[in-house]
């Protein structure tokens, strides 16, 4: 490690672009460390995602889902989009007034995008985005039956929250595959999430596309995949993109061919599931290795591990997987993950204190 004392030089100017779970986490940790840096990104807040479907049924939830980038970094926290990177030049444009911000090193942090209500947009406002959740758990209060579209684990985890909180609605998830979640799971992972969905009641329409059925429902809800959010980098870096949009980078996270470019969590091509803690992960591993590489130390290599995955159904229920394959069923992930869905760990991180009911 770097030694945890350790400070940049003076002479660095870190910009993050993106303030999810890998940005947040670089510019927490960079705070310790340096006092020049600038963490951009188009929300207001950081949104805990992991808490996200939570906050679809529960009215009082999505507060403690949205953290203030101003009260966590201050005066650090630049508030745009970006919309084009000079490697050359060592400049990044924000779409505002075409805006141009210089930096020594990059952090690029810029995520992934899909559908609400498990992601917002990246200018979501919070006062829009508490007004959204607030629609969705309105509508979905109001629905008998409710479809979603989509068995991946946004899906299933969303059929989890509905099916606890109201036993006398119909919840059917449709989904293309015969697997749940991910086919890299295991057979008694599948088992026991199947299992569980039994109990609450889920029907389950699998090996089947919402184009070929038709179910008649009062609400439809889309799960489906999250892709690389590539914007801030499409336009300019388009030779450093796989075909899925991701960066390409080396083991220790920079982007190929690009000196002090990085780019860490899901916007990377690091092969392995894309998840909130690996994100926390390649942020902790990036900043030690620059703390490393000022002090001409040797910089640490990631490698990828297998898949570790604490899958929530509702608040009492959920599936542990570890890497090893081992599976483990409601108490502990109801522990470690459902009963609060990840959130206070995050408001513990910010040093800021989460809102109450
Ligand atoms: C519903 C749901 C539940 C999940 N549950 C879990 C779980 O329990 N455990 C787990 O480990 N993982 C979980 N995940 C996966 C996890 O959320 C992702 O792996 C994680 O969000 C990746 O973090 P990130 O920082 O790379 O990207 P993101 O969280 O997507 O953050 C990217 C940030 O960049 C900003 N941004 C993007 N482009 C620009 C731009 N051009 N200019 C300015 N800002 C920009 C966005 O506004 C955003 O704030 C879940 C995902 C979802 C959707």
């Not at 998830?173 to 890299?184: A, C, E, K, Q, R």
């Not at 008649?216 to 499409?234: Q, V």
Request: proline fraction near 2%; charge should be neutral; hydrophobic fraction near 40%.
């Amino acid at each position: 490690m770097g030694g945890n004392s350790s400070k940049l030089p003076d002479s660095y100017n870190i910009v993050i672009i993106g303030g999810g779970f890998a940005g947040c986490e670089f510019a927490m940790k960079l705070k310790e460390k340096s006092n020049k840096f600038t963490l951009i990104d188009g929300k207001e807040a950081m949104h805990i995602n992991t808490g996200a479907l939570r906050a679809s049924v529960e009215a009082s939830f999505a507060k403690k889902t949205l953290i203030s980038y101003k009260e966590m970094f201050g005066d650090n926290f630049k508030h745009g989009v970006v919309r084009a990177i000079d490697t050359n030049a060592k400049t990044v444009t924000l779409v505002a007034g075409d805006e141009v911000v210089t930096y020594t090193h990059l952090v690029i942090a810029t995520g992934s995008v899909g559908l609400f209500p498990a992601k917002l947009m990246m200018t979501t406002s919070t006062a829009d985005a508490l007004l959204l959740y607030r629609k969705q758990v309105e509508e979905i209060r109001g629905a008998k039956s409710i479809v979603i579209i989509g068995g991946g684990a946004v899906g299933v985890e969303l059929a989890g929250e509905i099916a606890t909180d109201y036993k006398d609605k119909q919840v059917t998830i449709i989904h293309p595959h015969h697997f749940l979640v991910s086919g890299t799971m295991s057979e008694r992972f599948q088992k026991e999430v199947k299992e569980q969905l039994k109990i609450l009641n889920v029907k389950l329409i699998l090996g089947e596309r919402v184009m070929n059925t038709e179910i008649e429902t009062e609400l439809a809800i889309r799960c489906t995949g999250l892709t690389a959010n590539k914007f801030a980098y499409a336009a300019t870096m388009g030779d450093k993109m796989t075909i899925k949009g991701q960066l390409k980078v080396n083991e220790y996270f920079q982007v190929e061919g690009c000196e002090n470019v990085y780019a860490i969590g899901d916007c990377n091509n690091v092969d392995e599931t894309k998840m909130a803690y690996r994100a926390g992960q390649h942020a902790d591993l990036l900043l030690d290795n620059l703390v490393k590489e000022s002090e001409e130390k040797e910089k640490t290599p990631y490698k990828p591990g297998g898949t570790m995955m604490l899958l929530s159904i509702g608040r009492e229920g959920g599936v542990f997987h570890l890497p090893n394959g081992f599976i483990f069923g409601s108490f502990p992930t109801r522990h470690l993950k459902s009963k609060d869905v990840f959130v206070g760990k995050y408001w513990k991180e910010s040093g800021l204190k989460c809102p109450q009911d």
